[in-house]
């Protein structure tokens, strides 16, 4: 006979678990390129004028949104109305969205406090996601078995399963490494099938 176990329990706990170390950052070539010396420069100047251009915004929204908030829920209470956005001196929009940082579940107790357990279960519900570990992915057993508990004719109707290749770390780094292969590839990019992210430019 199988023993009894807490589903809730079982999925808390694999929660917990589902933590990965960072990969530590290789070191980098430093190169000496005269040819784009004068961008370069031109790069870190633009990109100091844009980070001092969103400083001033992010400092007039600080100081914008305590005040569109209280204006939002001043016009709403009055009309008994839901609006997700509010207009100001025919200037800007503010949008409120339905998204919230995530809140462990065992905050629920905080919320039951706060509203009443009838209520607190109408104003949070627990979201649960599943997802395959690399080596249950990697093990044909792991996934037959899933399959065979739930059923075929019924895995797609409780599973969410979507499927893409993904470059390994022999392609990635053979394109910067081997000629043959980035030749090999290039057509492939030429397509569009294989489309690497664009890279990014940082200071150092």
């Known amino acids: 006979m199988a023993a009894k176990f807490d589903v809730n329990a079982v999925l808390a706990s694999a929660a917990k678990a589902n933590t990965g170390a960072a990969k ?77 940082s995530k809140i462990d579940p065992t905050m629920i107790e905080a919320f039951k406090k706060a509203f009443g357990d009838d209520e607190a279960d109408k104003l949070v519900v627990l979201k649960t996601i599943i997802s395959l570990t690399e080596k249950a992915l990697n093990d044909p057993s792991i996934m037959e078995t899933l399959v065979k508990a739930v059923g075929p ?3 797609a109707e409780y599973f969410k399963v979507d499927q893409t290749l993904v470059p390994t770390e022999r392609l990635h780094e053979g394109l910067a490494l081997d000629e043959d292969l980035d030749k090999k590839a290039q057509k492939l990019v030429d397509n569009g099938i294989l489309k690497p992210y664009k890279p990014s430019v940082r200071a150092v």
């Open 153 to 155: 004719e019924k895995f």
């Open 24 to 100: 530590s950052k290789s070191k980098a070539p430093d190169v000496e390129c005269d040819r784009i010396e004068s961008q370069i420069k031109r790069w870190i100047a633009s990109k100091k004028a844009v980070a001092d251009a969103e400083a001033e915004m992010v400092q007039a929204e600080n100081e914008i949104l305590p005040v569109a908030v209280e204006l939002r829920k001043a016009e709403l209470r009055k009309t008994g109305k839901y609006e997700s956005s509010i207009k100001i001196n025919r200037a800007i929009q503010v949008v409120f969205q339905n998204k919230y």
